[in-house]
């Protein structure tokens, strides 16, 4: 599972490969065998959903892909709980993969890699980040919010009411309505070298309960000043890529 994401009593789960979307009803037992998790389908060309989004209000799931081998240009996926059907939104940023995606107002918000399949090099230069409308189904706007940097590993609704992202090591700050950069801080410094290796996951958000804000990327666990931007680590090269958080 490249992704697990959950809506009402159903766990939905991006598969790598052949980027195939399961749901499990967990008022059931655990049976491949009856058909739970169900397979609902795949989606053609695309390998890992990496990106993952629950939009309980509308009754729908999205999912955001990395190509399959030798590929670039990833796909938006929609799951209908109405019609359990997928519907596929393939290279809907040209060249790019979707990694991250969260939902504000009346956008889906999404954060890009230059990055595709293993086994071919990028076209794209720049990690973008755009809007989508689920309701129109038109995409709103396409910017690169931190130049240079080539993944978009997370997007989140910050505690300001703003989008807050992060970019290779760079936290940004994001007004949803302007749709402008409204400021940048520094996480972590990124060597080129380091940057011309595939990324679809590295640097996460979270909010917690409290207020306080905590991440992982480049290994490392660290705290965020909500306020003040400043990183204090926590857990240095520890290998942490990924991180959730419990009901605790």
Request: hydrophobic residues 35%; proline residues 5%.
């Amino acid at each position: 599972a490249e992704s697990i994401s959950f809506q009402n009593d159903q766990i939905f789960f991006g598969i790598y490969g052949g980027a195939k979307i399961y749901r499990f009803d967990t008022k059931k037992a655990w049976s491949m065998a009856d058909g739970n998790p169900k397979l609902i389908g795949n989606v053609s060309g695309q390998d890992r959903p990496f990106g993952n989004l629950s939009i309980p209000a509308l009754g729908k799931m999205y999912f955001g892909t990395v190509p399959g081998y030798g590929k670039n240009g990833g796909a938006l996926v929609e799951y209908d709980s109405s019609t359990d059907k997928l519907t596929p939104y393939i290279n809907l940023i040209e060249d790019h993969s979707i990694v991250s995606l969260t939902y504000m107002g009346k956008d889906i918000i999404g954060g890009t890699s230059i990055w595709g399949g293993l086994g071919i090099k990028p076209i794209a230069t720049e990690a973008k980040l755009f809007g989508w409308d689920p309701i129109k189904k038109i995409k709103t706007f396409e910017i690169v919010p931190v130049s240079d940097a080539k993944a978009i590993t997370c997007v989140m609704k910050g505690p300001d009411g703003n989008i807050w992202g992060i970019a290779d090591g760079t936290l940004f700050i994001f007004n949803p309505s302007t749709q402008k950069v409204i400021s940048k801080h520094e996480l972590f410094d990124v060597p080129e070298i380091r940057k011309a290796n595939h990324v679809w996951k590295n640097a996460y958000l979270t909010i917690h309960p409290s207020g306080r804000i905590f991440g992982v990327g480049y290994g490392d666990l660290f705290e965020l000043n909500a306020k003040t931007k400043a990183k204090t680590t926590l857990t240095k090269g520890a290998g942490f890529s990924l991180a959730t958080e419990d009901n605790g």
